[in-house]
């Protein structure tokens, strides 16, 4: 099991150290720094001191490291446009995207979950069929557009629900909260569920692979041929043998959430970590940007190793195959 622990999180460092490489090189070719920093009435001999003070008269090598320690310790600098530290930038932008991404987690699984039971149970009903065509609809359409379709029907048309921003919001210490006002959970309805519309298609489509997999399994049929009631069969025993691959792949799309919740963000203007990037690359803002992309990625790593780590602790088989 140590073997096995010291190989995943060996994986995982090398991959966040290529991708600080890559942010690193957002830093390095995407612009002087300097001259994205001073304005026109900066002397050369200005320009010079703060090239020498940012290190960037300094070899590559000796950059990169110095990246890579900052980044370590959560420091990447000075935000180009808002001139203010970029960790409190985004400590002050992650909970409105956090609540963003677990909202419509929560909304994929208890839509998609039934419905892909219901599509295996009821395999070739009309409704069954009906439901699974609308699915690859679902698949089929961009997020964007389900977005503005939803801001249409329901901000637009009926007047329900905001079309834009994230509403009053609750400061607890350092996280913010719109759960706890009126204002804020109904401006969380129409971004949640444009985000999670994607997720509930696969958390539907998984689910009912796996229970058309399971119902054909010989302790199934041998619970059908001692008389189980057809509900407990379904739900006692046919659903619960299939969530685990639901659970894992839950876990391991919420990073993949984070990171496409900027298009999301972008058109219900919800103040959080996507819609600061889509500005940062719109004013060339490059810590910003570099921040992003290596928190992004740490999230996504760190929740793939820790899907790794805990499907070795439940089946000993997984660590002598990936000895």
């Excluded at 099991?1 to 290529?18: E, G, P, Q, T, Y």
């Excluded at 503005?148 to 329900?160: E, M, N, Q």
């Amino acid at each position: 099991m140590l073997a096995f622990l010291i190989k995943r999180l060996s994986n995982a460092a090398m991959v966040m150290l290529a991708v600080s490489l890559m942010a690193f090189m957002i830093f390095r070719f995407v612009g002087d720094p300097v001259e994205l920093m001073v304005n026109e009435q900066t002397t050369s001999e200005q320009r010079d001191e703060l090239r020498e003070r940012m290190g960037l008269n300094q070899p590559v090598l000796v950059q990169f490291a110095r990246f890579v320690g900052n980044a370590v310790q959560g420091d990447f600098g000075i935000s180009y446009r808002n001139q203010q530290s970029v960790m409190a930038l985004i400590a002050e932008r992650f909970p409105a995207t956090m609540e963003l991404v677990l909202l419509a987690t929560l909304i994929s699984l208890m839509v998609g979950v039934p419905l892909g039971v219901m599509t295996a149970i009821h395999r070739g009903k009309w409704y069954s069929e009906a439901v699974q065509f609308v699915s690859i609809i679902g698949v089929s359409l961009p997020s964007f557009v389900i977005g503005i379709l939803l801001i249409l029907a329901f901000a637009v048309t009926l007047g329900w629900l905001p079309a834009f921003g994230r509403g009053e919001v609750v400061d607890l210490g350092w996280w913010s909260t719109g759960l706890l006002t009126h204002s804020g959970r109904v401006a969380l309805i129409l971004p949640a569920i444009a985000l999670s519309f994607y997720q509930i298609t696969l958390v539907m489509r998984l689910v009912r692979a796996e229970m058309l997999e399971t119902l054909r399994s010989d302790f199934v049929k041998f619970a059908r041929a001692r008389g189980v009631p057809a509900w407990r069969v379904h739900f006692r025993h046919a659903l619960r043998n299939c969530l685990m691959p639901v659970v894992t792949m839950t876990a391991m799309n919420i990073g993949s959430l984070i990171a496409f919740a900027l298009v999301t963000e972008t058109v219900f203007q919800w103040p959080g970590m996507g819609l600061l990037f889509i500005q940062a690359v719109t004013f060339v803002d490059i810590p910003v940007m570099a921040a992003y992309l290596v928190i992004v990625s740490f999230i996504f790593v760190a929740l793939n190793t820790i899907v790794d780590i805990t499907y070795a602790v439940i089946d000993p088989r997984l660590r002598d195959a990936n000895r």
